[in-house]
């Protein structure tokens, strides 16, 4: 299982950004996706996830509202859509995979990642 993440950048506050998390190795049915972050000085916090179905998913209370996390099937790729940036999402992001059951397909797990992309650098200038 391989993830890459990319689409980072340098942005002003307020603006968008589009990060994917490309997978080979596996089938996005089979594992949950969550994206996380890692500020600078803070610990790293969970972002959004996404159930094996894709029809489940979960947003920080601090993200909820601005950001939205997405799939391509046939891209094997997720995709988290970053609105209305502030300084504060200023973070190191990172995709991270965990396998699920096929009885766990429609279930969000906020824990347990075993499988981890290099990060991709977000900074929101004010």
């Given at each position: 299982?391989?993830?890459?993440?990319?689409?980072?950048g340098l942005v002003?506050?307020?603006?968008?950004?589009k990060?994917?998390?490309?997978?080979s190795?596996y089938?996005?049915?089979?594992y949950n996706i969550?994206?996380?972050r890692?500020a600078?000085?803070k610990?790293?916090?969970?972002v959004?996830y996404i159930?094996?179905?894709?029809?489940t998913?979960?947003y920080a209370?601090?993200?909820?509202?601005?950001?939205t996390?997405?799939?391509?099937?046939?891209?094997?790729t997720?995709?988290?859509?970053?609105?209305?940036?502030?300084?504060d999402?200023?973070?190191?992001?990172y995709?991270?995979?965990r396998r699920?059951t096929?009885?766990t397909?429609?279930?969000?797990?906020?824990?347990?990642?075993?499988y981890?992309?290099?990060?991709?650098l977000?900074?929101?200038s004010?």
């Amino acid at each position: 299982v391989q993830l890459q993440a990319s689409g980072g950048g340098l942005v002003q506050a307020g603006g968008s950004l589009k990060l994917s998390c490309s997978a080979s190795g596996y089938t996005l049915d089979s594992y949950n996706i969550g994206w996380f972050r890692r500020a600078p000085g803070k610990e790293r916090e969970g972002v959004s996830y996404i159930s094996g179905s894709g029809g489940t998913t979960y947003y920080a209370d601090s993200v909820k509202g601005r950001f939205t996390i997405s799939r391509d099937v046939a891209k094997n790729t997720v995709y988290l859509q970053m609105n209305r940036l502030k300084p504060d999402d200023t973070a190191v992001y990172y995709c991270a995979a965990r396998r699920i059951t096929r009885a766990t397909m429609d279930v969000v797990f906020l824990d347990d990642y075993n499988y981890w992309g290099q990060g991709t650098l977000v900074t929101v200038s004010s």
